[in-house]
């Protein structure tokens, strides 16, 4: 019989948050490709079968037509400007890569874990500096910093999990010879 919390166990809890973490910010990351697209998508469901969304959150609909807007005139006019949110993507396939190595020795790498963990606090700073500078609205930037709210906690249950691992898996003292 297996024990659920032995070094095996650990291992494979661990590894499956990374799983559903990496996962989130791969998916996270490849939406910042297809903007315009996705922007005309959204702003024409809330035109047609999400129009009682667009009726009950009359200021959500309004802001995704002006940043739809926004975007399609960026699109035609300096396609160059949206190069950016391609790095924004990049960024995220990444820093996703970088977590095959807890993947692969949670212990050794927790460092990632801690590094994704300091992102996640840094997108709150982020959003309320950078939000009112560029014209977002506050419940826009609430929106932003929970990703970062949200992302902490696998983070959090992952850096757990492996320093449980690591004091499950610490080599045996070696008492001191006496003589």
Same mark, same amino acid.
């Given at each position: 019989?297996?024990?659920?919390?032995?070094? =095996?166990?650990?291992? *494979?809890?661990?590894?499956?948050?990374?799983?559903?973490?990496?996962?989130?910010?791969?998916? $996270?990351?490849?939406?910042?490709?297809?903007?315009?697209?996705? /922007?005309?998508?959204?702003?024409?469901?809330?035109?047609?079968?999400?129009?009682? *969304?667009?009726?009950?959150?009359?200021?959500?609909?309004?802001?995704?037509?002006?940043?739809?807007? =926004? /975007?399609?005139?960026?699109?035609?006019?300096?396609? !160059?400007?949206?190069?950016? *949110?391609?790095?924004?993507?990049?960024?995220?396939?990444?820093?996703?890569?970088?977590? !095959?190595?807890?993947?692969?020795?949670?212990?050794?790498?927790?460092?990632?874990?801690?590094?994704?963990?300091?992102?996640?606090? =840094?997108?709150?700073?982020?959003?309320?500096?950078?939000?009112? /500078?560029?014209?977002?609205?506050?419940?826009?930037?609430?929106?932003?910093? $929970?990703?970062?709210?949200?992302?902490?906690?696998?983070?959090?249950?992952?850096?757990?999990?492996?320093?449980?691992?690591?004091?499950?898996?610490?080599?045996?003292?070696?008492?001191?010879?006496?003589?």
């Amino acid at each position: 019989m297996s024990d659920s919390n032995g070094p =095996g166990a650990l291992l *494979t809890r661990i590894r499956v948050w990374l799983i559903v973490f990496v996962v989130c910010l791969v998916l $996270s990351g490849i939406t910042a490709f297809p903007l315009v697209t996705e /922007l005309r998508l959204l702003d024409s469901a809330l035109d047609g079968w999400a129009a009682p *969304t667009a009726d009950l959150l009359p200021g959500l609909a309004e802001w995704i037509d002006r940043v739809r807007g =926004g /975007l399609e005139t960026t699109d035609e006019q300096a396609p !160059y400007v949206l190069y950016g *949110t391609d790095w924004l993507a990049f960024a995220h396939l990444v820093i996703a890569v970088a977590f !095959y190595g807890v993947h692969r020795d949670p212990v050794r790498n927790i460092w990632v874990v801690e590094f994704g963990m300091i992102a996640c606090v =840094g997108i709150i700073p982020l959003a309320l500096i950078c939000g009112p /500078l560029r014209g977002i609205p506050f419940w826009w930037s609430v929106i932003d910093m $929970s990703f970062g709210v949200i992302g902490i906690l696998p983070l959090l249950h992952v850096r757990r999990l492996i320093k449980r691992l690591e004091a499950a898996t610490a080599p045996e003292p070696v008492p001191a010879s006496v003589g």
